[in-house]
T-cell receptor
Framework: AQSVAQPEDQVNVAEGNPLTVKCTYS??????LFWYVQYPNRGLQFLLKYITGDNLVKGSYGFEAEFNKSQTSFHLKKPSALVSDSALYFCAVRTTDSWGKLQFGAGTQVVVTP | DAGITQSPRHKVTETGTPVTLRCHQT?????MYWYRQDPGHGLRLIHY???????DKGEVSDGYSVSRSKTEDFLLTLESATSSQTSVYFC??????????????FGPGTRLTVL
């Protein structure tokens, strides 16, 4: 069985400071990992993904994520947070079958204060 | 939202009544999914479809049924709604992105309240 964990319910950061949202995973085989963001009263928007290759993945809105196989982690990062980054962030892993299903973490609320 | 619409966007209903939510896509993608979102649980898969009349159960399928008679429409039915089904429901499609691997794209969601 595979699983995804987001250990922090909420992350608070001041605008301009670095932002990190943590994600750890458990899968058999090669992981396909994703980050999505949800703004208030909106659907989920795709941020970035790791399939294979470079461990540092760059995505939308200045976000990047670092894949660490030994620590089974896929942390989302942004060097300088904006107030507009305040949202709910989800880490997800794709199932190893062929149906493309996603298993999500519980989500981390990011609050960026001016 | 990748050409995905959901209807209705909001619904309030009473316990025991049937409810059908509709997901419509305009790009003829084969794979479609229904998730529910609840605080502390993230999104959990209810049912998915890999083609017309081809559907299967997800993680939390009890109390839900689906139908897909046309490629563009994926219907989620609560045969007899219960308060535990109060949630936000998201439809998703997936198709191969630039990586050659399927990525999922989500609709705007339906907020369902069961009184």
């Amino acid at each position: 069985a595979q699983s995804v964990a987001q250990p922090e319910d909420q992350v608070n950061v001041a605008e301009g400071n670095p932002l990190t949202v943590k994600c750890t995973y458990s899968v058999s085989g090669n992981p396909y990992l994703f980050w999505y963001v949800q703004y208030p009263n909106r659907g989920l928007q795709f941020l970035l993904k790791y399939i294979t290759g470079d461990n540092l993945v760059k995505g939308s809105y200045g976000f990047e994520a670092e894949f660490n196989k030994s620590q089974t982690s896929f942390h989302l990062k942004k060097p300088s947070a904006l107030v507009s980054d305040s949202a709910l962030y989800f880490c997800a892993v794709r199932t190893t079958d062929s149906w493309g299903k996603l298993q999500f973490g519980a989500g981390t609320q990011v609050v960026v204060t001016p | 939202d990748a050409g995905i619409t959901q209807s209705p966007r909001h619904k309030v209903t009473e316990t025991g009544t049937p409810v059908t939510l509709r997901c419509h896509q305009t790009e003829n993608h084969r794979y479609m999914y229904w998730y529910r979102q609840d605080p502390g649980h993230g999104l959990r898969l209810i049912h998915y479809s890999y083609g017309v009349k081809d559907t299967d159960k997800g993680e939390v399928s009890d109390g839900y049924s689906v139908s897909r008679s046309k490629t563009e429409d994926f219907l989620l039915t609560l045969e007899s709604a219960t308060s535990s089904q109060t949630s936000v429901y998201f439809c998703a499609i997936s198709y191969s992105g630039t990586s050659g691997r399927r990525e999922q794209f989500f609709g705007p969601g339906t907020r369902l309240t069961v009184l």
